[in-house]
Every structure is written in structure tokens, then in C-alpha cells.
């Protein structure tokens, strides 16, 4: 019998990100699934859906990620990704220490803002402990300090027809014939107002370094590493992604990710 211990998080990692791991994996028989025709990447993509399903079904809708005390941060958050973005434009915000950045705010809202990170950090502020799970199998315990995705959101309102938060980054992640393709993700509402998703400009007691994002990233704690923004540079309501990149909601996502990273 196998003595393997199991538990809630685990089995939702392995369900709801199969079709990630299978196409990090590196694995060839998986290759396919990039193909957004296959059968096989259909099949994956219903099971995703049906993950998501159970899991939004099972769960109240505040049921919050686990976090953790000061004591179980034992070592520095692990960069991902893109960790120096050589844009242009951001580059210039690092030259003066973002002093310059303003967040827009747009789309499906009552009142379009353009937010300085001084006005986000006179908003209400939220600290929280919790562990990066990231889709090439390691963790990281952080904490991380920033203004609720919610209280942005109710500055701004919402208008009928809102239903996910497009957030679009600074960093090129690729070129191709049309030009820089820049990083974006996307969430509904159902995880853009919960209370342990935030703008972090902070990450263990100090500003958020750029290897790790600055000067805000997105956490979404529910959710696996690759559907946390960094570098963000403008927030837009909408009521579908169904035009934007690849039309699968997120960088990743249109090269076969899931759109849908619950653990």
C-alpha cells in the first residue's frame, strides 16, 4: 500500500494543474497539447473545468489559503520568471525608484483611476504569510504587504458586465513579428475580490525587490504561482479576454496552460 499522505491541496494541484505539469514536463508525448486542436488538449481542458467546477462548488467562496507565521520564512522568496525586465519604460521607473509609476485603472468602471503607489499604500493595507506554490514543483513562504484587489476595485466600481480583471505588465516576454509580446493575466471576480488577493508592494518587511515583481505584483493566494502578475502596470475590467493575446486569458495560458490554477 502506499504510504503516501494526501490531502485537499495536493489532490486540487494535480487536478486542476494536470494540463500545466504535463506541458512543463517536458514530457513528448504531451508535446500535442499545445495544439489548441488536439483531442487529447480538449479532454484536459474539460477536466480542468471540471476541477474548477468541484472546487467552487466544494468551497465557500471565502475560504481562505492557509498562512503562516514569521518563523516559517526560511529563506528568500525565489524569483521566477522574468526577474530584470530590460523595457525601456521600466527601466526608466527603476531609475527613479518608481516614484513615477501610476497604476490605471480601467474598463467596465464607474470612475477610471490613475493610482500612484503612495495612493495605493494610503488605502488599506493588508500583511499575510503564505506559501508560493509554483507549477515546476517548489514552494516558497513569503510575506507579503499590499492594498486588497477589492478596495481598488470598490474605488472605482464596477459597471454592469464586469466580470474578470485583465492586469497587463511591463515585461517583454517574448518578440515576435508583430512586436514585444508583454506578460498579462487574468481572474474573475470571484477571486479578485477575496480578501487574501492583493497588490503586494511589499514583500518580507521591505519594498518589493524587482527580481520579485516591483513595484506590484498580483497575489492570488488560491491559486498556482504562474497567475501572479509581476510588474504590473495597468489594471482593466472586462467582460470577456475572449480578445486579448491568444484569447485564453493569460500569457501562459495561450500556450497551453490552464486558465484556471486552482490548489
Known amino acids: 500500500m502506499c504510504a503516501t499522505k494526501i490531502n485537499r491541496r495536493a489532490v486540487l494541484r494535480l487536478g486542476g494543474a494536470g494540463l500545466v505539469t504535463a506541458t ?3 514530457c513528448k508525448a504531451f508535446d500535442r497539447l499545445a495544439d489548441p486542436a488536439d483531442p487529447l488538449r480538449h479532454y484536459m481542458e474539460r477536466a480542468n473545468r471540471l476541477t474548477m467546477a468541484a472546487q467552487r462548488g466544494l468551497l465557500d ?4 489559503a492557509q498562512e503562516f507565521q514569521w518563523f516559517d520564512i526560511r529563506q528568500p522568496q525565489r524569483p521566477n520568471g522574468v526577474t530584470d525586465p530590460q ?5 526608466a521607473h527603476v531609475a527613479t525608484g518608481f516614484s513615477g509609476h501610476r497604476l490605471s485603472v480601467s474598463g467596465l468602471v464607474k470612475r477610471p483611476q490613475t493610482l500612484s503607489l503612495a495612493d495605493l499604500e494610503a488605502m488599506p493595507t493588508r500583511r499575510q504569510i503564505t506559501r508560493h506554490d509554483c507549477v515546476e514543483g517548489w514552494s516558497c513562504i ?3 504587504t499590499g492594498v ?3 478596495a481598488v476595485l470598490d474605488r472605482v466600481g464596477l459597471l454592469p458586465g ?3 480583471v485583465l492586469i497587463r505588465c511591463f515585461d517583454t516576454i517574448e518578440r515576435s513579428l508583430s512586436g514585444a509580446v508583454k506578460y498579462y493575466e487574468t481572474i474573475d471576480m470571484v477571486d479578485a475580490m477575496h480578501p487574501q488577493t492583493i497588490l503586494a508592494f511589499g514583500m518580507n518587511g521591505s519594498a518589493l525587490p524587482v527580481p520579485n515583481g516591483a513595484p506590484l505584483r498580483l497575489r492570488v493566494e488560491r491559486q498556482l504561482g504562474y497567475k501572479m502578475a509581476k510588474y504590473i502596470r495597468a489594471i482593466e475590467v472586462v ?3 475572449a480578445g486579448v493575446g491568444g484569447g485564453r486569458g493569460g500569457y501562459w495560458e495561450d500556450r497551453g496552460y490552464a486558465w484556471y490554477a486552482g490548489i
Open 24 to 26: 512543463l514536463g517536458g
Open 61 to 64: 467562496r471565502e475560504a481562505m
Open 87 to 91: 523595457d525601456l519604460d521600466y527601466l
Open 142 to 144: 513569503a510575506q507579503w
Open 148 to 150: 486588497p484587489l477589492s
Open 162 to 164: 464586469a466580470n474578470f
Open 239 to 241: 467582460d470577456s479576454f
